[in-house]
């Protein structure tokens, strides 16, 4: 019996690999498979190959978005499994997408075997009715085939595509490494580094949406403003101004048109947050405790800080600290921590969906019914009320 399926699968030119019922390999019955162990990623197909055929006799699974399938039926105590296979020859798009799929870093593309649907389960027909002793036509697995493929290829080629050209542009545009020496710039108040950064070939967004290139320059020129802010936090400037120069230029943002006007605020909002950190650095408080304080809390402000934090990370007695900062700031660090947190929290509700628990437990408050009550007791609103206020109607 093993011969004959074993020569069958090798004519046939299909992979067949008999599993027993805690899925070790048993037999692989066709020669043309150079491969012992299935790859990783197909044996999780494999896997939910096997828990459909608990529960009925045959079935067929698709590699997500590709033209190749894994076929399996349960024979006894063994589940046989053809496959991966293509039911149509692939084109390199989705050669490519295969090799990401399995995770081959090899330059060279893994073929896969390919075999049209019909042979496909013409040849299984033949196996499994030598096999189970009983007559398979194939009218009995055109069921199974039609539950996946009927809408497949041009979905499949159109996010391939889409996967491919955004590799290619993120190539063309600008790195993560750019991108951080425009924060840099921004963060040490070097207004000519940012002009400089301004200037740069590739200051260009990767695309996101390949449809709609403006509202991909304006997701992408959001995204650039609130780190921007926050790295003007981190260079020494307050979050109040920083929120504010944030809050103005997010503002004209949503009010842009073109491409050409959101890279020009961009642009101004960048020389705005660098002219900011210069002009307090300039005009630093003659007690770089204080300064030192604040720049611990911004770098550290969606983790749970207290004075005790604070002091420690500047190796003075909390005590000490405490009073020079309510002297200096006329507030105590524990109210600057909460205002820090609430001014995050303003903006996380203007500019995203998440709700109030969420946002709660992303700035590491102890609760939402917390944020709430601080957030009243700075704003004068609930989150809820704020949010309904200011929120943008495109978000």
Known sequence: MSFIIATISDLAGIPLTEYDGAG?????Y??????KEPHPQIAEYISRLREDLRAQE???????????CICGSRVEESYYVWGPIAFRYLNQLEKKRYNQLIKNKTEEIRELYFCSMQRLMSVIAVLLTVMKGKEYTLDYFMDYIDQGITEFPNIAEQLIEHTLKREDNLLLNHTYAEEQVAMDAIRYGDTEKVKQYMKMPSYKSPLIIEDNVFKNDEYMAISFITMAARAAIEGGATSAESFLVSDVYLKR????RTSADIKKNVDEASIVFAELVKKYAEHRSSNSHVEDSKKYIAQNI????SLSDVAKALQVNASYLSKLFSRTEGMTISEYIQREKVNLAK???????????EISEYLN??????L?????????????EYRAKNHPPEF
């Open 347 to 357: 903006n996380m509700l203007k500019f995203s969906d998440r709700s109030v628990y």
């Open 253 to 256: 943002i949503s009010k842009c």
């Open 302 to 305: 969606f983790k749970k800080i």
């Open 24 to 28: 070790r390999i048993k037999n692989i």
């Open 365 to 370: 408050m102890s609760s939402h019914s917390y």
């Open 30 to 35: 066709s020669s043309i498979s150079d491969q």
């Open 58 to 68: 045959f079935s067929i699974r698709y590699l997500d978005g590709l033209p190749i």
């Open 372 to 384: 709430t009550s601080t957030f009243k007791k700075y704003v004068g609103l609930t989150p809820q």
